[in-house]
């Protein structure tokens, strides 16, 4: 089955604590990217990786770190975690076609809490 | 400032009528608008998308539309059914492979 996966799906953590979500997909995609929902914003982008090596900022990158060392795994690190990352987090992947992008394929979202 | 917006944090429709979501846009660069469904506690799925070269793209009881001139796209959904009830987001891709968001639209179907 055709996936993107997330782990963990639920995390509270402290202020200052490093963690990682990761991300993983099984479709072979070149495009992966991270958002973040909040109430009445939408989902902004906070990193994105066109391939294997290859990362950019999205709109709201600061706080997080991205790797993308294989084809399959997007992680998303928080060096040092804040209250203002209390948020939902979303993975995406997508193939990249002559001239663009297809649609992206959602993970089932992290729920992060920082106190 | 926001280059995709949704207006309409919520709208509330009878089943089997007609749901019109709709969505404006800044920059008259984006060539490519997608929509998205989001359930509670699940990531967006893919719905329906258009490219700028048509104005209209149907897929079963989904229609987008889409108006250039004034930089405006709708989504109809007929007729409306109570799995529908869900958040709408609109998207568009811009010329540095991002995907920019509008805020979303909540759906509520009503028996």
């Known amino acids: 089955e055709a996936q993107v996966t997330q782990n963990p799906r639920y995390l509270i953590t402290v202020t200052g604590k490093k963690l990682t979500v990761t991300c993983s997909q099984n479709m072979n995609h070149e495009y992966m990217s991270w958002y973040r929902q909040d109430p009445g914003l939408g989902l902004r982008q906070i990193y994105y990786?066109?391939?294997?090596?290859?990362?950019d900022k999205g709109d709201v990158p600061e706080g997080y770190k991205v790797s993308r060392k294989e084809k399959r795994n997007f992680p998303l690190i928080l060096e040092s975690p804040s209250p203002n990352q209390t948020s939902l987090y979303f993975c995406?992947?997508?193939?990249?076609?002559?001239?663009?992008?297809?649609?992206?394929?959602f993970g089932p979202g992290t729920r992060l809490l920082v106190l | 400032d926001q280059q995709v917006k949704q207006n309409s944090p919520s709208l509330s429709v009878q089943e089997g009528r007609i749901s019109i979501l709709n969505c404006d846009y800044t920059n008259s660069m984006f060539d490519y608008f997608l929509w998205y469904k989001k359930y509670p506690a699940e990531g967006p799925t893919f719905l329906i998308s258009?490219?700028?070269i048509k104005d209209k793209n149907e897929d079963g009881r989904f229609t987008v539309f889409l108006n250039k001139s004034a930089k405006h796209l709708s989504l109809h959904i007929v007729p409306s059914q109570p799995g529908d009830s869900a958040v709408y987001f609109c998207a568009a891709w811009d010329s540095n492979y991002q995907l920019i968001w509008g805020a979303g639209t909540k759906l509520i179907i009503k028996p």
């Open positions: 258009i490219s700028s």
């Open positions: 990786s066109m391939n294997v090596e290859v990362t």
């Open positions: 995406a992947s997508s193939r990249t076609l002559a001239g663009g992008l297809e649609t992206q394929y």
